[in-house]
């Protein structure tokens, strides 16, 4: 490929065998296709009623029980034995109940890799470009086609290139540099669009994640962050896959890293960002620390140091979901289950639990939470009369804390 391209370019002109630009449609081969207990029974009706059965390469293909895990009635149950009983008869990948969150396995197993594409019937499937894979999600025909050919088609995105500058200032996370990003970005402003991430060489993996999920919330098809720094030692980049400095993108910020600080999205939409300074003192009933986009052991760590020898607020329930077996199996092992059990936090079964309001963890009318989830649209976690914050592990510490909105400055 002698043209300059974008890493979103250059993938699917790899996978292509052909040079293609922004706007192009492509037929490609995909490399993982995940599929999620909310919605396999629709993907496996499609595959058995309208493409014949067929799974043509069973071994790119997942099945998680992760959104409603355990289940919480039986036709949910129902379903999750419906999908266990598809994943044995066609010899697929399958993660039961109590492994975690798809996103969070797929990387914890490598099942994403740089320059790979990743369909995911999940709309955070843009996490999988921590690992400059193209991650991206889509509803059940089209995964349903996908687990059945091995292809998918595609429109190639245009790129909007974010350019991080500086260092962060203490009690500031990759969470309040993700929400700063979507408040300049606003929720349309990359729509259907690759976000290019640069200036994120000293980040780590499950920083990259965070930075990576929360790119659809700016309306992105994929987030795509260059593999640097330490994953260097962890993944094996192709040689065709490299930021060119000429590559075209349609739009380009400069957001500086030093002058963020500790932020909340507030209700509801995920680019209504102000400070934790400007809104601090609001009552919350429940603070969630989990989901795919800030369960894991780093953020488990975060929250049990601030919360360490000291007690959750009177009238606040601290609800702590690991985002994978392993991140729970790591976090008993350092002692940070115990720590955060001596504080008062509740523990639940690894998977998404109230993310999406479905159970464990549900919001009554009028109750307020501060969530370390990527999502605060009305009903989004229970009643449409609740209210949700979304904020980092640090800020949901603090909140947990004190009871109220409230940050490191002010604790």
């Known amino acids: 490929m002698?043209?300059?391209?974008?890493?979103?370019?250059?993938?699917?002109?790899?996978?292509?065998a052909k040079t293609v630009l922004a706007d192009e449609i492509v037929v490609v081969e995909v490399d993982q296709v995940m599929i999620v207990d909310s919605i396999a029974p629709d993907v496996i009706r499609i595959i058995n009623e309208d493409l014949g059965g067929e799974i043509k390469f069973p071994e790119k293909i997942s099945i998680v029980i992760d959104h409603v895990s355990p289940a919480s009635n039986i036709e949910v149950a129902k379903a999750q034995k419906q999908a266990r009983e598809f994943a044995q008869k066609h010899a697929i990948k399958l993660f039961d109940v109590g492994r975690g969150i798809c996103h969070q396995l797929l990387i914890e197993e490598k099942r994403a890799k740089p320059g790979e594409i990743i369909l995911g019937s999940d709309s955070h499937s843009t996490t999988y470009g921590a690992v400059s894979a193209f991650g991206t999600g889509m509803g059940a025909s089209d995964i349903a086609m996908a687990a059945s050919s091995g292809k998918t088609w595609l429109k190639v995105p245009k790129t909007v290139k974010v350019n991080f500058l500086g260092k962060k200032k203490k009690n500031v996370y990759?969470?309040?540099?993700?929400?700063?990003?979507?408040?300049?970005?606003?929720?349309?402003?990359?729509?259907?669009?690759s976000i290019e991430y640069h200036g994120l060489e000293d980040f780590s993996l499950s920083e990259r994640m965070t930075m990576?999920?929360?790119?659809?919330?700016?309306?992105a098809k994929v987030?795509?962050?260059?593999?640097?720094?330490?994953?260097?030692?962890?993944?094996?980049?192709?040689?065709?896959?490299?930021?060119?400095?000429?590559?075209?993108y349609f739009k380009e910020i400069e957001i500086d890293i030093s002058k963020i600080e500790s932020v909340v999205a507030a209700p509801s939409f995920v680019d209504n960002v102000q400070t934790v300074k400007s809104i601090q003192n609001k009552k919350v009933d429940q603070v969630f620390v989990g989901s795919c986009t800030n369960g894991r052991l780093d953020d488990l760590h975060i929250v049990a140091d601030i919360l360490k020898n000291k007690k959750v607020a009177e009238g606040t329930r601290l609800l702590v979901i690991p985002a994978s077996s392993k991140v729970?199996?790591?976090?008993?092992?350092?002692g940070t289950f115990a720590s955060l059990l001596a504080s008062g936090a509740i523990?639940?079964?690894p998977g998404c639990g109230p993310c999406m309001g479905r159970h464990m963890g549900i919001l009554a009318p009028d109750e307020v939470c501060v969530s370390t989830t990527n999502r605060n649209f009305i009903g989004r976690m229970g009643s449409a009369q609740s209210e949700v914050f979304l904020a980092s592990p640090a800020t949901a510490a603090y909140t947990a804390l004190r009871g109220f909105i409230s940050g490191g400055e002010n604790a």
Do not use: C, H
Request: proline share 3%; net charge negative; glycine share 6%.
């Open 223 to 248: 987030g795509l962050i260059p593999v640097s720094g330490l994953l260097l030692n962890d993944y094996n980049v192709p040689d065709w896959l490299f930021v060119d400095k000429d590559a075209n």
């Open 2 to 16: 002698n043209t300059a391209l974008t890493l979103a370019e250059q993938i699917l002109s790899y996978k292509a």
């Open 212 to 219: 990576a999920n929360l790119a659809v919330e700016a309306g």
């Open 174 to 193: 990759a969470k309040d540099i993700a929400l700063e990003m979507i408040r300049q970005l606003t929720a349309d402003g990359a729509t259907y669009a």
């Open 347 to 349: 523990f639940a079964t």
């Open 328 to 334: 729970l199996e790591e976090a008993v092992a350092d």
